[in-house]
């Protein structure tokens, strides 16, 4: 306490030294307080503030002028701490402007600085650091509840703060420092503003000094007018106030900034501490003591204020009042279903009932039969103590308790719900007796366009621990049958779930799904079961009561079709997969039949479902690999030593080829069945099993001859590992053809037989046309053509590694022409469009000639395109301009060349060369290449390459620029016969 009063002390002091920078001086409270400090402390004070405040420099005259400025604005000074007070004095200007008193700051004077990140904080974040803290020490206990009414004057001020509009409460009287306004209209016409001077007077125009001090606004305004009448003839006067004086005020005790302030004259209590940041959580609300000339002269409730709106104890302040905020006493916690849960000061005895009406009374779903009070005892230890309300209203209320109150089972009673695909989703008043029938009479009100007609479920929760269960209906029949047996009668609490057509039903599954899973034993599975394959939703499901495989396939939507709308499971064969032993770790395979499951609900196949079942339904057009594998891993796991895996393997001519469960009593027939059956390409005389056998030193495999037509064979029982391979007969369903284009006199394909010649094909075709050109023939394999796609791509990412890694003026290399980056790019460009034709050169003449030697035997898809007779020579490459030329057998390669304009820059002279028109290439003797007897025939290409010697690292280029024309010349050959 005394730290407070020092520091308050010392701030006014600071401020009296500054030559009354703002007109304050200490009250005579404020000096019998300095005064009586030790001498030691006093000289300290005025020490440490003397050089701080020395600076600091102002008059009256300079305090006037600022009080004009605000004036011409129509604005009041508002309440400013004293502090800003003095900076204002000295002429330093302040970041808001300083104008509206909702603009000023309004926080006390403290020993340190706030921080920006403190700055940033919300009232209720400081709130919540501060009682964390508080709590830790205190004897509360329950929920993290805030303390009631703090947060009200907690940060920047948002209420209680004068403003310039603000009317002059009744009873306040004038004094030094305020501003009186006198406008006289008549025969005088003046606008005067005249500040009351320290000796309680104003200066009147032509009249003179008078004594003003200690009138109210009424007495002021009638004494003022009552002169003028005097003194003038034929004037009137009205008079108001200005801008009111300030007045300075302590704040001590648990304030949050406690200091000395500046407020307006007529501020009271509430707005002092609004100003002042608001109050410590150790501070007390509902005692708040007004102390002037040393004694206590009102004490405030702040409980009154924000809970009855009650402010006839929030007295106005006079300049020297000291306002003390003492530490709390007693405190109580209230929380659950009342209106303000919250931390609470208790003033006085308090009963159960006035605590309620403090914390706003309780809610609507509070209980109060199930009111509990934790109480503290003097032990230091907690008990509990269990309230009913109504016999419980006077119940004495301790410091430290912490009170409960209970909320009611909430829980909607008497309703039914409907979910998933309709328009009158929602809940609804269940009656005893009523069907299913009362909401699902209208397909067209009642269900949407794309809800599942087959399939809905009703879940309802029975029993002690309401337990989920299911019952299946079909909306189509309910809508046909209204009060039949496929109308169901609804209990209280049901869920009616209807699913989309085409989209999973996991979605509204899903919490029962979850709830299926809660609650389980050490050693329970979990009630679900779950279907995989040729289904329209395969997932995990819930299990009913009494399910088999036939309601679980209607569950998953029933079995999937294929794009005809046919369904394309396997009907023959399907597998459950069953969990057994501890915690369901071993699984036992068994078989059924969807076909006996689906249309004989009674029969066999359609076995009843346990916990954690998996129903697998095969494809019949796609592999059974994917279903079998996890089943398969899992079998080959936690195997004994020496023991084998329950597996066996079927290889060859069947539909299904695998690996499958070994199941008991499965002989070669039915593992025969498990595959889809024999193709029609098996060789059912002779087949071979494996059978692996287990010794102390090794394992050992036997070779048995079986035969598919033998009953002993067909019915041996297969054991653990067993391998059966089904042989393929040779050449069954091999249908092989070629195709023959161009100039024959019957192109299209043709069916070959193994081992037949392209010769052969040629005659069945009848041969050549007149205008055949059997030397330009280009052949074309589909093997060929893979291969040399592979070559290409490995030789175009070799020429881009090369051309990355290279350096084009590397030591001793040649240095790089201009142009030679742009080249670079479009070799690039010229492998990156390049494709594989995979042609096969052929001398088709000679081989139409019956040479043998020639022949080609014909593979499946095999191509033969003839042209027509051509009279052109192409010329390709680093040419001038690239084109066709009219043969002419006079014309040397020199001559075709200089014809398309001659060499370009970039040609590499040396490596010509020519393509002939069969596909084969020929490099001419360089000591005739260019005399007259050049070989260029009708059909051939003349190529000149791209001179890349002058690149660094580029020898590869050379090859590849190569492939790349010969690759389009026969790309261009078949593209011709095509158009």
Known sequence: MIRHYMKAIAIALALVTAQQAYALSLTPEQQRQLEALPDSQRQQLMEQYRQATSSSAGS?????????????????????????????????????????????????????????????????????????????ASSLSGDDLLPFGYEMFAGQPTSFVASGDAPVPVGYRVGPGDEVRILLTGRENQDLTLTIDRSGTIQLPKIGPVSVHGKTL?????????????????????????????????????????????????????????????????????????????????????????????????????????????????????????????????????????????????????????????????????????LELKNAGDFNILQGDTIRIGKIHDRLRGAVEIRGSSPITGQYEWRQGMRLSRFLNNRNDHL???????????????????????????????????????????????????????????????????????????????????????????????LLEDHTINDMIHFAGGLARDGQSLISADLEFGLLIRRQGDFGRQINPIPYRPVSALNQPHSEDNLSLQELDRILVFNRNDSRSDLLQPVIEELREDLLPGQLAPIISITGAVKYPGSYPLLPGTSVKKLIGYAGGLTNASYALEAELIRQSLTQQRAESELIKLSLKTPED??????????????RLPDLN???????????????????????????????????????????????????????????????????????????????????????????????????????????????????????????????????AIPEISQAVTVMGEVQFATSHLH????????????????????????????????????????????????????????????????????????????????????????????
């Open 60 to 136: 009256e005259t300079q305090q006037a002028e600022d009080q004009g400025k605000q004036n011409e604005r129509g604005k009041q000074p508002g309440v400013i701490p004293l502090a800003e007070a003095q900076a204002q004095s000295s002429g330093q200007s302040r970041e808001t402007g300083g104008g509206a008193p909702d603009e000023q700051t309004v926080s006390g004077v403290q020993e340190g600085e706030k921080t920006s990140g403190e700055d940033e904080k919300t009232a209720e974040d400081i709130l919540r650091e501060e009682y964390k803290e508080w709590r830790q």
């Open 218 to 386: 009424e007495e002021l305004r009638s004494y003022i007018q009552g002169i003028v009448k005097e003194k003038f003839i034929g004037v009137e006067s009205f008079v108001s106030l200005g801008e009111l004086r300030s007045i300075s005020v302590f704040l001590t005790g648990e304030s949050r900034n406690p200091g000395v302030y500046s407020v307006s004259a007529f501020s009271t209590i509430s707005q002092a501490l609004s100003v002042s940041g608001g109050i410590e959580l150790s501070g007390s609300l509902r005692n708040i003591q007004l102390i002037r000339d040393g004694k206590v002269v009102s004490q405030f409730d702040l409980y009154d204020l924000m809970l009855a709106g009650d402010r006839s104890a929030d007295t106005q302040l006079k300049s020297g009042d000291v306002i003390f905020v003492p530490a709390i006493e007693d405190r109580i916690a209230v929380t659950g279903a009342v209106v303000r849960p919250g931390v609470y000061e208790l003033e006085g005895p308090n009963s159960l009932q006035d605590i309620l009406k403090l914390a706003g009374g309780l809610r609507a779903e509070a209980d109060p039969g199930k009111i509990q009070v934790s109480r503290l005892r003097p032990d230091s230890k907690r008990t509990l103590i269990d």
């Open 448 to 542: 949407d366009d794309d809800t599942d007609l087959n399939f809905g479920l009703i879940a309802s929760r029975t029993g002690e621990n309401y337990d989920v269960t299911l019952r299946r209906f079909s909306p189509k029949d309910v809508l046909a049958n209204p009060g039949s047996q496929a109308d169901p009668i609804l209990k209280e609490r049901d869920s009616i779930l209807l699913f989309e057509e085409g989209e999973s039903r996991l979605g509204l599954l899903e919490p029962i799904i979850g709830s299926f899973r809660e609650d389980l034993g050490a050693e329970e599975l979990p009630p679900l079961v779950s279907i995989d394959g040729a289904v329209r939703y395969a997932g995990t499901y819930p």
């Open 714 to 727: 067909q019915s041996l029982e297969l054991a653990p590992t067993d391998r059966i391979h089904i042989k």
């Open 734 to 864: 091999l249908q092989q053809t070629v195709t023959l284009q161009g100039e024959v006199n019957f192109p299209g394909s043709y069916t070959i037989r193994r081992g037949e010649t392209l010769s052969q094909v040629v005659e069945r075709a009848g041969g050549l046309t007149d205008y055949a050109y059997a030397k330009g023939a280009v052949f074309t394999r589909e093997r060929l053509r893979e291969q040399e796609q592979k070559r290409l791509d490995e030789a175009q990412r070799r020429l881009r590694r090369d051309i990355s890694t290279s350096r084009t003026d590397a030591p001793g290399e040649e240095s790089t022409i201009e142009g030679d980056e742009e080249t670079v790019v479009r070799v690039l460009e010229d492998i990156g469009e390049a494709q594989a034709v995979g042609r096969l050169v052929i001398d088709l003449p000679e081989l139409l000639a019956g040479e043998t030697s020639r022949d080609v035997r014909l593979q499946d898809g095999d191509t033969l």
């Open 888 to 979: 002419d057998p006079s014309l040397s390669i020199k001559d075709y060349i200089n014809r398309s304009g001659g060499l370009a820059f970039q040609a590499d002279e040396s490596r010509i060369y020519v393509i002939k028109a069969d596909g084969s290439v020929t490099v001419p003797d360089q000591s005739r290449w260019f005399g007259s007897t050049d070989p260029v025939e009708p059909g051939d290409t003349v190529v000149v390459p791209l001179n890349l010697s002058q690149l660094s690292s580029m020898e590869l280029a050379k090859d590849v620029s190569q492939i790349i024309y010969q690759v389009a010349l026969g790309a261009a050959a078949v593209q011709g016969l095509k158009d």
